[in-house]
């Protein structure tokens, strides 16, 4: 069986590409990061376009959000017809979603390939319903979805083999839109255990962390809300992670109640984890967010929404809470709930250690997708 993976993001991709190289299922990945920045791949395996992510990122810091949009789609464009142009031969095409208009049409016609659209978040559309409606309650301008970004994944919805989602609430959205459920296949996010392990605490601080961008598609306001009025003595707030324009407002009206710190090297999250009693994570929308398993590894219990995947990594009242989405009420009564019960607290936290480990991390992902692939090309035959 021979592989090829294309995203021109980072995302989980290079660790796809890396499990199917461990099984020798890979021909190659195509990205628009430097080929340097792929670890454990052969670099004769990695095609990579960098300067269209070298010219996003200059404008990015621009602050120019139209002209960003403009370069954001020319790049998506660009990328797809660079990978069409120049696809290695192969039986299975894993693409991710925007990407992969005119390559799934190469791997189809060019291989007679089985063609897989991977989707990190829910439905484009319910997505964007769901933004459009956050940002109305707050009556803060919205700017939508490029259109011409919806069109092109609603095109790879329709003609892919299988689209791939990472949990329950992102394969629900698109059912509910109408998708066959046997189109659409959910594979679980893996997390590296071996970067993400417990350390000793160093104190005694009830420490409340949230991990992720600060912003409205994030809930930052419903967290900020819960956390303040709290009222609990030796407690703190962290907050890590880059900011958006958005939420700016918020963090000034709750100053004084959070420890803002900015954005964390990846391979030192485990360290904050490590110094922190619970992980809140009050997604509006999102496919899964990895930083639920990366808490999960280093021993925390975690409280998140029922539209951050959460469901899927732990059991409610096991290892963490689920709450619903826009309740800083729900998710203050949670976060006082371990406050006030230490000994369960640990034990959730522990309870959420032996769940991941469990798991298996990634390697249990990458045989879950190799599956995948397998049953996709034995229906061909």
Request: glycine content about 8%.
């Amino acid at each position: 069986m021979k592989v090829c993976i294309s995203s021109a993001g980072q995302f989980h991709a290079f660790d796809l590409a890396r499990q199917m190289e461990l099984r020798g299922q890979l021909q190659k990945l195509y990205t628009a990061y430097p080929s340097g920045r792929v670890s454990g791949i052969q670099q004769s395996k990695v095609a990579s376009l960098p300067w269209l992510m070298y010219i996003l990122k200059g404008f990015e810091k621009t602050g120019a959000t139209s002209f960003v949009e403009h370069i954001n789609w020319m790049m998506i464009a660009s990328f797809d017809r660079w990978v069409a142009n120049g696809l290695d031969q192969c039986d299975i095409f894993h693409h991710w979603s925007s990407c992969g208009v005119l390559s799934q049409q190469a791997a189809k016609g060019r291989w007679q390939a089985k063609v897989i659209c991977e989707r990190g978040s829910s439905h484009i559309l319910s997505q964007s319903q769901i933004l459009a409606d956050e940002y109305d309650r707050w009556g803060i301008s919205y700017r939508p979805i490029d259109s011409r970004i919806i069109e092109r994944e609603l095109i790879e919805y329709e003609a892919a083999d299988r689209i791939v989602v990472p949990s329950t609430f992102a394969r629900r959205s698109f059912i509910d839109r109408g998708f066959d459920p046997a189109k659409v296949t959910q594979v679980t996010f893996g997390v590296d255990i071996k970067l993400f392990q417990h350390i000793p605490k160093t104190d005694d601080v009830f420490r409340i962390l949230y991990v992720g961008q600060m912003s409205l598609r994030k809930g930052l306001p419903y967290i900020l809300e819960a956390v303040s009025g709290l009222g609990i003595p030796d407690c703190e707030f962290w907050l890590i992670g880059s900011m958006t324009a958005d939420v700016e407002l918020f963090f000034k009206r709750y100053e004084g109640c959070f420890r803002y710190l900015g954005v964390v090297p990846r391979q030192e999250l485990y360290q904050y984890y490590s110094q922190a009693s619970v992980l809140v994570l009050p997604s509006l929308e999102e496919g899964m967010a990895m930083v639920q398993a990366q808490a999960m590894a280093c021993g925390l219990p975690v409280i998140s929404t029922t539209n951050s995947g959460g469901e899927d990594l732990f059991s409610q009242g096991v290892e963490g809470f689920i709450v619903p989405i826009r309740s800083p009420e729900a998710i203050r009564e949670r976060i006082i709930y371990l406050y006030e019960n230490p000994d369960i607290r640990q034990e959730m936290g522990q309870a959420a250690l032996k769940r991941i480990q469990s798991l298996g991390g990634w390697d249990s992902y990458g045989e879950a997708m190799s599956q995948l692939y397998t049953s996709l090309l034995a229906q061909s035959v």
